[in-house]
Nanobody
Framework: QVQLQESGPGLVNPSQTLSLACTVS??????????WSWIRRPPGKGLEWIGA???????YYNSVFKSRTSVSRDTSKNQFTLLLNSVTPEDTAVYYC?????????????????WGQGTQVTVSS
């Protein structure tokens, strides 16, 4: 059974860098042809796709976040990470990691992706 688990700080100061990790169990993140993605849901808003890293290590980003986002992976830990720089209170959200078959496709069909449980991140001083 494949499972994804997010981890990271629940509270981040404004202007700092948010760092989240997603640990995958039951499947290798190098398995063809999956994409490992980060998504968020701000309070009262819909899902926002942030970026992804593929089974081969290629990265894909939402243009809205690209200038301050980095997605990377550690295959030895079967883990992928999100860095979001220069956070503001508008970055407060529940952050999810997920596995999908095309970058961003889970916005069209959320049920077709495999999701982590999500982690609340609040940006506040």
């Amino acid at each position: 059974q494949v499972q994804l688990q997010e981890s990271g700080p629940g509270l981040v100061n404004p202007s700092q860098t948010l760092s989240l990790a997603c640990t995958v169990s039951g499947s290798s993140i190098e398995t063809h042809y999956y994409y490992w993605s980060w998504i968020r849901r701000p309070p009262g808003k819909g899902l926002e796709w942030i970026g992804a890293i593929s089974y081969s290590g290629s990265t894909y980003y939402n243009s809205v976040f690209k200038s301050r986002t980095s997605v990377s992976r550690d295959t030895s830990k079967n883990q992928f990470t999100l860095l979001l720089n220069s956070v503001t209170p508008e970055d407060t959200a529940v952050y999810y990691c997920a596995r999908e078959t095309l970058p961003g496709d889970l916005l069209r069909s959320p049920a077709d992706a495999l999701w982590g449980q999500g982690t609340q991140v609040t940006v506040s001083s």
